[in-house]
């Protein structure tokens, strides 16, 4: 019997729309000298952008400035934007027209995963298919509607209020605007973000660090609790590692 079926917190993540794990996620920040700032240990299913947050205030408690935040287009959501811009912080993170959410309630939100271009319920559950609906051309009108396993929908514990009883399609629209973001999009164009945009491999190159290097790439134990702990020895073992490295410079 597989252990890891006793494991509650663990959830299905994708690494594309076709390449799926079953686990954790841990997301990470750090300074342009790779020592990691801040991290965050989620289920697999979880979206990265959600996490920005939360990752900047940690980065501040441990003492750092934050002024640039560089990233993939995962963390490019309207909340991260509309925190960057008030808290005067560049980010530096392309955008991208299917996680622009409008305003919805915060129970109403699905996350967007980059990695499978795909959005996920609540529930974990990732959308089997998408659409785009509206004439060509016209961003204004236009929208992508992400279709979900009905069948799974007819089951799930968080069906109240988000799936009816009987509807033979579950589907989650997102309206493209093309004159959303323009700020953003103004500053996407700038040699600034071009040149910033250059050091992020160095975040790639850390998680590979974690995971081909110092054994990050599969769970010790189970739950959560254990995942954080895992993580945070991890975490201190691949600082070291910068360190002493930046001392024999």
């Not at 952008?49 to 990233?71: F, H, M, T, Y």
């Amino acid at each position: 019997m597989d252990n890891t079926s006793k494991d509650r917190d663990a959830r299905v993540g994708h690494k594309s729309a076709d390449d799926a794990f079953f686990g954790y996620k841990t997301h990470i920040a750090m300074t342009p000298e790779r020592i990691i700032t801040a991290a965050t240990v989620t289920s697999g299913e979880k979206g990265d952008g959600p996490e920005l947050a939360n990752l900047v205030q940690k980065s501040r408690c441990n003492g750092v400035d934050v002024d640039v935040i560089i990233g993939d287009a995962a963390y490019s959501g309207k909340d991260n934007i509309k925190m960057a811009t008030e808290e005067d912080i560049e980010l530096v993170s392309r955008l991208n027209p299917n996680i622009s959410q409008g305003n919805r309630k915060d129970e109403d939100r699905f996350d967007y995963n980059k990695d499978a271009g795909m959005f996920v319920c609540p529930a974990g559950h990732m959308a089997i298919r998408k659409a785009r609906q509206g004439k060509k051309g016209q961003g204004t009108n236009q929208a992508m509607v992400y279709f979900f396993d009905v069948e799974k929908c007819k089951t799930c514990a968080l069906r109240e209020g988000c799936y009816k009883d009987g509807a033979k399609t579950k589907s989650y629209s997102v309206s493209i605007k093309s004159d959303e973001h323009k700020a953003q999009m103004k500053f996407q164009e700038t040699e600034r973000f071009k040149l910033l945009s250059r050091e992020r491999y160095k975040i790639e190159a850390k998680n590979s660090e974690l995971k081909n290097v110092l054994g990050y790439d599969r769970a010790l134990s189970y739950g959560l609790s254990y995942m954080e702990m895992q993580g945070a020895m991890t975490i201190f073992a691949a600082n070291i590692r910068r360190i002493v490295k930046m001392m024999a410079k």
